[in-house]
């Protein structure tokens, strides 16, 4: 290839398609290597909100630069020209930051390999916390003037305003409000929040499934309202995340599925899902989505030890897999997770994905996270998986056969349902498959010689007659107090019955469960 030779290139409107695509002189050898050097300026990247915040408008969240998307994983070198006296945040390193004139330059260089790179800048307020044991940084960053919507809202002036369409899920965020006045809206005040969050999340997150490929993590204020994002070592959180709960009841958004609960955590998890371990293509986003999803399921029952909300996220999250969209479909049934963003559509609705990736992505993990666990060693054959996983695919892309192959190397004895050491019946099922089994528990607990004896009569419904999975059984013995028995493996549509001796109990049990822990995706 010539160095320095022009290139012709194709780039539509950039309302119509903001890809361009460049067309070589001559057919490529084998094996070359060539570089492609582009030029190109703009003013749609971002958008003045006023208060010196600035949103990343439609592609510029993640098409300022040229790039192949999450399944190539590059080096950056970024040089940014800011107004002077506000601050740039990037994902990697901050090389160099001076005052040149009326500007601020600010130049970050990355230290290993990224699918994507990310920005934020404002007039911010920071925090730091130093994770000494792991050599790591967390930030908090809040602007410390509200943009110019949030003032009319503390000032009664609101009114319905949208703010983008997400071109992978087809949803419309929006800020919708009555004409009230909401109060102190600032978000200073709540960085803490975030920094403390952001601390535990990181903490949490090594411990299961070791260490990302990165030091540092800006947790940053944005001005949308309705969703956060994630780059490596950069996270968006929408500003409402930095309101208390009386004011986001002033705006409508009391958030009945705990979104303001889970989208820190969720997005910390990112720097593990989406950024350290990559996604091959759309097939394989279900990882990403669907693993942070399960990481923020982690955080409200390890970090926040609330078993209630844990619950709670599980049965919210079956719901949304469940319920009927205004098109008449339940995400469940349209597609398997590995169809990705091609099961939005006219027909099927536009939210299908997002109902879908997120939620049976969480699910699928959690089962196999439930089938690893046992009484003695709790998570730690779980744990060992999965930071195998993070250390053979860090900073490169995964597939799903990748992450089925991690799960057969490392399965236990009880998972092995077909016996012949695959996980195919479970990945057919869930995966590749849109299975939602129906279960009915019948049971007695009757005196027995040196105790008691625990009738079951177990029934699974709504499969084909392959459909395979094993059902734990949960025994509660007093308030709080509760046993895992084992697991029933059923097959097809069929009732099984057991008798289980349960010696040496000198008190009645309360009460036989299926399912304590939502361990398998079923009908409600």
């Not at 994507?116 to 920071?126: D, E, L, M, P, S």
């Not at 010696?503 to 009460?511: D, F, Q, S, V, W």
Request: glycine share 8%.
């Amino acid at each position: 290839m010539t160095s320095g030779h022009p290139l012709s290139f194709i780039q539509e409107g950039k309302d119509d398609d903001p890809d361009f695509a460049v067309i070589l002189p001559r057919p490529l050898k084998a094996g070359e290597a060539f570089t492609i050097r582009t030029v190109y300026s703009g003013k749609d990247a971002v958008k003045n909100e006023g208060g010196d915040n600035y949103y990343p408008v439609g592609h510029g969240r993640d098409r300022w630069f040229p790039n192949r998307g999450f399944g190539v994983y590059v080096t950056y070198e970024m040089t940014f020209h800011i107004p002077k006296g506000m601050t740039m945040v990037a994902s990697g390193t901050r090389i160099r930051e001076v005052n040149e004139g009326n500007e601020n330059l600010s130049e970050w260089r990355t230290e290993v390999p990224q699918a994507v790179a990310g920005f934020n800048f404002g007039r911010f307020k920071r925090k730091e916390a130093k994770i000494e044991k792991l050599g790591y940084v967390v930030e908090s960053y809040a602007n410390q003037d509200e943009p110019d919507i949030v003032k009319s809202l503390a000032q009664g002036g609101g009114k319905e305003r949208e703010v983008h369409r997400d071109v992978m899920t087809g949803q419309t965020y929006s800020t919708v409000t009555q004409n009230a006045a909401v109060g102190n809206l600032t978000t200073t005040g709540m960085m803490d929040k975030a920094l403390a969050e952001g601390q535990l999340a990181v903490e949490l997150y090594t411990d299961y499934f070791g260490p990302t490929s990165y030091k540092r993590l800006a947790m940053t204020q944005h001005s949308a309202f309705n969703y956060g994002q994630s780059w490596p070592m950069l996270v968006y959180l929408p500003i409402t995340y930095f309101f208390d709960t009386t004011a986001r009841h002033g705006l409508h958004m009391d958030d009945p599925r705990g979104y303001f609960k889970i989208v820190g955590p969720h997005e910390v998890a990112h720097q593990w899902w989406g950024h350290t371990v990559g996604f091959n293509n759309y097939r394989d986003q279900w990882m990403s989505e669907g693993f942070a999803d399960f990481s923020a399921s982690l955080f409200i029952q390890v970090i926040q030890k609330n078993h209630s909300e844990f619950i709670k996220f599980w049965n919210d999250e079956r719901e949304m897999l469940t319920e009927t969209n205004k098109e008449g479909f339940r995400a469940i049934d349209v597609g398997p997770v590995t169809q990705g963003v091609r099961l939005n559509n006219t027909k099927a609705g536009f939210d299908v994905y997002r109902r879908l990736i997120y939620p049976k992505g969480a699910y699928i993990l959690h089962m196999i996270r439930m089938m690893m666990w046992n009484a003695k060693t709790g998570d730690s054959e779980f744990k060992s998986m999965m930071q195998d996983f993070v250390k053979t695919y860090a900073n490169r892309p995964a597939t799903t056969e990748d992450f089925k192959a991690m799960v057969e190397k490392h399965m236990t004895a009880g998972m092995d349902i077909s016996g012949n050491h695959t996980m195919d019946w479970y990945f057919d099922e869930y995966v590749y498959g849109t299975a939602l089994p129906s279960y009915k528990l019948d049971y007695s607990l009757d005196q027995a010689a040196n105790g008691y004896t625990l009738s079951l009569k177990i029934t699974q419904s709504g499969v084909d007659d392959k459909f395979t999975m094993p059902v734990p059984v949960y025994l509660e013995l007093s308030k709080d107090h509760i046993v895992r028995l084992g697991a029933a493996s059923i097959t097809g549509n069929r009732t099984i019955e057991q008798k289980i001796p349960l010696n040496g109990l000198k008190e009645k049990p309360k009460r036989a469960m299926l399912n304590y822990f939502n361990d398998v995706l079923c009908a409600p």
